[in-house]
């Protein structure tokens, strides 16, 4: 059982076969989901809101992301790892850009990097396949552009917004990308995308017509404290099931429960 090449992960959208992403931040946690058989993992710079409660993504550093990363890679998953360019890692020139992308490959142990845009990018997405780097696009809702969208809000509900994402993704697919992010778009619009690329698109929060999808593990899992959105799905509630697991805790230790002579060393 080896493991995925981009090659997989683009055979799988001539199959019809969807492919499952998952955001991973950590060791555990990619061992677990590896063995469930996840296609891909992001290790997503969500992180900076779920793991660290940063306000937005903004903050999250290329140091950060090569951590995060090289810690998902130690479970040696099948899965394939992109990691995301976090803000201002390739907004600068297409020569630093192309550094940090080898960055987060050399010293993160990333297959293919994700960065955020459509035509603007274009000519970066380019450089960075061209030195051999995977690279996967992400349009629509781009968490890096808060400040111009003026919060999350769902992209190209207007006929002239929705123009300009088909152009973005035709660009994006055209400088090479191997796969697209759709992220926070109407559904028939994504469908539409979907139809006329020939490179997969991964959705969230853009219905169920994409050839993917992806989620945030934490959206998932029920960890977050702050509101999800309409288009997560919630499978588990682990906050509860931490919650009480350190209650218990606490009970235990106060009432001499725990630890036992049996926890102990004589
Ligand atoms: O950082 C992230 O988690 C992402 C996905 C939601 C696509 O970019
Ligand atoms: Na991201």
Do not use: W
């Not at 990097?113 to 629509?140: N, S, Y």
């Not at 109407?186 to 999808?213: F, N, V, Y």
């Not at 702050?226 to 509860?240: C, E, I, L, M, N």
């Amino acid at each position: 059982n080896k493991r995925k090449t981009i090659l997989d992960i683009q055979k799988m959208k001539a199959d019809g076969d969807k492919i499952t992403v998952l955001t991973c931040y950590d060791y555990p946690t990619a061992r677990i989901m590896d063995s469930c058989g996840i296609d891909m993992i992001l290790v997503g710079d969500s992180v900076g809101v779920v793991v660290s409660g940063h306000e937005n993504t903004l903050p999250v550093t290329l140091e950060e992301m090569i951590y995060h990363t090289r810690a998902v890679q130690r479970a040696e998953p099948k899965a394939l790892v992109v990691t995301d360019m976090p803000f201002l890692s390739y907004q600068i020139d297409v020569r630093e850009a192309r550094l940090n992308a080898g960055r987060l490959v050399k010293e993160g142990g990333a297959s293919a990097v994700k960065l955020e845009g459509g035509e603007h990018v274009a000519a970066t997405i380019r450089a960075i396949v061209d030195m051999d780097i995977p690279v996967v696009g992400h349009i629509g809702l781009t968490p890096q552009s808060i400040h111009r969208m003026g919060g999350y809000r769902v992209q190209g509900k207007q006929e002239a917004q929705a123009e300009q994402l088909l152009a973005d993704a035709r660009a994006v697919e055209a400088a090479g990308a191997f796969a697209v992010v759709l992220e926070g778009i109407p559904l028939k619009l994504a469908r539409r995308i979907t139809d006329e690329l020939s490179i997969p698109t991964i959705g969230i929060g853009a219905g169920p017509h994409c050839d993917g999808q992806v989620l945030v593990i934490h959206d998932v899992l029920g960890l977050c404290e702050k509101y999800s959105p309409k288009f997560v799905k919630r499978y588990a509630d682990a906050r509860g099931l931490i919650a009480d697991a350190v209650d218990r805790y606490i009970a235990d230790v106060k009432g001499g429960e725990f630890p036992t002579e049996g926890h102990s060393f004589s």
